[in-house]
C-alpha cells in the first residue's frame, strides 16, 4: 500500500523526527524515575504553547477523551451548563454533558459563522446561571473559528467555567489561555501538533481544580476523572500505565513547533492563500466569517460528488482530502492545512490535484488553483 499524502484536518502528516522518537527503546513508565521527569517536561513544554501556567495533564486517549474528561470531571446531575453551539462538535460537546447529568441550555446561532459576542453578550444579560460553559475553538467540520479571545472573558464576567474544544486550533489558532481565562483548554496530539493520533492535552485552571475538587458526589467512572492525577508527580505516581512510545513521539512534536518559533502566522499565511485560491477560482466556502486558520470547508461544485472527487484525488494523485459527516455530508469538501500539512509544497500538490480533477469533471474555474496559491505566497 502507498501511503497518500494526508490533506484532512486531522490526522496529519507526522514528521520522521517524531516517527524516529516513536520507535526508541521503551522503559518502566511506572518504576523508571526518569520517565516521570520526562512527562513533566513535555507538559512544561506545552504549556509554553497554551500560553499558560495552569496544571496541563496529557491523557491517555484520542481527543475525544480531553472532552469526556471535562464532562466527567465537572459536571453533577442537575448542573445548568450552557452550550455555545453553532456547529458540529459544539453541539456534540451538549449532549456529552447530558450524559453526566448536566441540564444544558444551547445557545445556537448560525453554523456559517462564528458566534456573535453581542448576540452572546444579550443572552447572558439575561440569563447567567450556568455552572460552565462548552464552546468550540474552531469547528473542525464547518471552519469556523469563534472568538474565545471575547467569548470567555465575557463567561467568566459572570462566574461561568470555561470548558474550551481547542483540538483542531492549538498550534494553528491564537491561544493565550490565561489571559483569556480560559478554565479547561482541550488538544489532541493529531491536528496542528502532528503527532500520531492517541493523546488528549487539557490545561487546568485553580478554578477548575476547586470544582474539581469540591465534588459532592464522586465523578462517575475512572479513567474520565481528572481528580485522579493529583499530586501524580509528587507522589510519583501515574493512574495507569502511560503510552510511552506515543509521549516519545508527543514530544518531539512539540520540540519541533517550539523551535520553529511563530507556526500560528505559518497557518495564517497559508490558510488565507488557500482560502483565496480557491475563492477566486470561483469555488463557494462553507463559512461566511470566522475563517480557520486549519481548514476550509468548501461546497461541493456541481458536476461532481464527494465520492468521484475524493476518489479521484486518491487514485489519480494519491492525495486523501476529507469531507464532512451528519448535516454536511455529500454537501462539502475538506482541505486540512494543519501542523505538518500546512507546508508550501503539500498545500501546492494539493490544489494542483484538486484543479486536475475539477477540470477533468468540467467544471469551470477562473484560475489555476495551484498558479493562484503560489501568486498569493510571494
Ligand atoms: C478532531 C477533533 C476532535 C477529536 O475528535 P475525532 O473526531 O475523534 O478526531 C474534537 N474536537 C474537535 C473540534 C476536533 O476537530
Not at 245 to 253: I, T, W
Not at 262 to 282: F, P, Q, T, W
Not at 351 to 363: G, M, S, T
Amino acid at each position: 500500500m502507498k501511503t497518500p499524502l494526508i490533506m484532512t484536518p486531522g490526522p496529519t502528516s507526522v514528521h520522521e523526527d517524531v516517527r524516529r522518537a516513536m520507535a526508541k527503546a521503551i522503559t518502566n513508565p511506572d518504576l523508571d524515575m526518569e520517565f516521570y521527569e520526562f512527562y513533566k517536561e513535555t507538559c512544561n513544554q506545552l504549556k509554553k504553547l497554551f500560553l499558560t501556567s495552569n496544571d496541563l495533564l496529557i491523557l491517555n486517549g484520542e481527543g475525544i477523551l480531553g472532552l469526556e474528561a471535562a464532562c466527567a470531571s465537572l459536571i453533577e446531575p442537575g448542573d445548568q451548563v450552557l452550550c455555545l453551539d453553532n456547529g458540529i462538535f459544539g453541539k456534540g460537546f451538549g449532549e456529552f454533558a447530558e450524559i453526566y447529568g448536566a441540564e444544558v441550555t444551547y445557545f445556537k446561532s448560525d453554523y456559517r459563522k462564528a458566534i456573535s459576542v453581542d448576540a452572546l453578550e444579550q443572552f447572558l444579560a439575561d440569563r447567567h446561571d450556568f455552572k460552565l460553559a462548552l464552546l468550540v475553538h474552531c469547528e473542525t467540520p464547518s471552519g469556523i473559528t469563534n472568538s474565545v479571545n471575547r467569548i470567555c472573558p465575557l463567561l467568566k464576567k459572570y462566574g461561568i467555567l470555561t470548558v474550551v474544544d481547542s483540538v483542531s486550533a492549538v498550534c494553528g489558532e491564537e491561544l493565550k489561555t490565561d489571559e483569556w481565562q480560559m478554565d479547561l483548554v482541550l488538544a489532541g496530539s493529531q491536528k496542528c501538533i502532528s503527532a500520531s493520533p492517541g493523546l488528549s492535552i487539557v490545561s487546568i485552571s485553580k478554578d477548575a481544580w476547586k470544582v474539581i475538587r469540591g465534588r459532592k458526589r464522586p465523578a462517575a467512572g475512572f479513567y474520565c476523572n481528572l481528580g485522579i492525577w493529583s499530586n501524580w508527580y509528587e507522589k510519583k505516581w501515574f493512574p495507569y500505565t502511560q503510552p510511552i512510545s506515543d509521549l516519545y513521539g508527543l514530544k518531539a512534536a512539540v520540540d519541533r513547533i517550539l523551535e520553529e518559533g511563530d507556526s500560528i502566522a505559518r497557518h495564517k499565511k497559508y490558510a488565507e492563500a488557500v482560502r483565496n485560491s480557491l475563492l477566486n477560482a470561483g469555488l463557494e466556502l462553507y463559512a461566511q466569517d470566522g475563517f480557520s486558520n486549519t481548514v476550509t470547508t468548501i461546497i461541493i461544485p456541481e458536476g461532481i460528488c464527494f465520492r468521484e472527487l475524493f476518489d479521484a484525488m486518491l487514485t489519480d494523485h494519491n492525495i486523501m482530502i476529507a469531507g464532512a459527516f451528519d448535516y454536511l455530508a455529500d454537501t462539502v469538501f475538506r482541505i486540512g492545512h494543519m501542523g505538518e500539512n500546512c507546508r508550501e509544497d503539500k498545500l501546492y500538490l494539493t490544489l494542483k490535484a484538486l484543479d486536475d480533477v475539477l477540470k477533468k469533471h468540467h467544471i469551470l474555474l477562473k484560475k489555476d488553483l495551484h498558479r493562484e496559491f503560489v501568486n498569493l505566497i510571494l
